[in-house]
């Protein structure tokens, strides 16, 4: 017999719901709550509602959480608009298990609604379903390896993400080229790749820095897209409650978003764990 109180997209809901009362520690997140229309007078039911003050005013979102077999399509991105428009909300965000179509993502970016994929199973195992009575939060850290493969005669370098929470996942990292284990039994729950191939054996630690510097501008709108929750609504936020690097909503109370100082700057640990520091170091405005 399942012992489940509610399925799978309920529970996703929670987690969702648990991740965003972290983002916002000061609003007033709500569960599951029910709006009466401005137009259609009906009540509309939200998954998850955020209110708090900005300047003095009133700032309302709405969250819809869509654990699907299938990706988001336009049309759920054209329903949640029209949900925005009848219950007067300033914001949205839609969270998804699976992904979004080119055009949903398109459509909502042109809208300004925030889009994130969240896997299931991801929050599973980071914290928001608690785990043998722990209540985990997780860190992401990324690290960089440069290592020459003797059969390809090239320097490969890789980006490692290692994501410190329950799951734990080891395997050996392996040239994508000829198939060599370069590194054994490392820890890469975060994934791997190679960013940069020198036909070379070694470089230097201003051709290291300027490798990781291009892979981070590069790539920085993929900065935790899946783990973590960077919304354009954080903007509403004052900037000092924001890593100066990621705008991650900074928290004492937990590792990754924990604050620290980098060049004058007030970041996130995971940042600074990261090697993002190094867009400082550079003198590149974020």
Sequence with gaps: MNSRKYPDWKDYEKQIFAAIKEEFPKA?????????????????????????????????????????????????????IGKMVDTGAHFALIFTS???????????????????????????????????????????????NEIYCEKCK????????VVRGFADFNEDIICPECKTPHLKNVRTDGG??????????????????????SHLIATREEWDKKHTFLWEHLKLLPKDELCFICSKHLDQGFPGTMPTEHEGKTICFECMMSQRTLLLDSKIVC
């Design 28 to 80: 007033t997140v709500t569960f599951n709550d029910s709006i009466k229309g401005k137009e259609s007078k009906s009540i509309r039911q939200i998954d998850v509602s955020i209110r708090f003050k900005e300047n003095r005013k009133s700032v309302f979102g709405i969250v819809e959480c869509k654990y699907f077999t299938r990706k988001v399509d336009i049309g759920k991105i054209d329903a949640l």
């Design 192 to 213: 791997y790749k190679v960013i940069k191939r020198f036909n070379k054996k070694s470089i230097t630690e201003k051709e290291y820095k300027e490798t990781i510097v």
């Design 154 to 161: 090239k320097l490969n370098f890789y980006e490692i993400k």
């Design 98 to 144: 699976l992904g979004f179509t080119k055009g949903a993502e398109q459509f909502a970016k042109k809208c300004n609604i925030g889009f994130r994929q969240v896997p299931f199973e991801f929050l599973k195992d980071f914290g928001y379903v608690p785990a043998n009575g722990l209540d985990d939060v997780f860190m992401q850290e990324i690290t960089y």
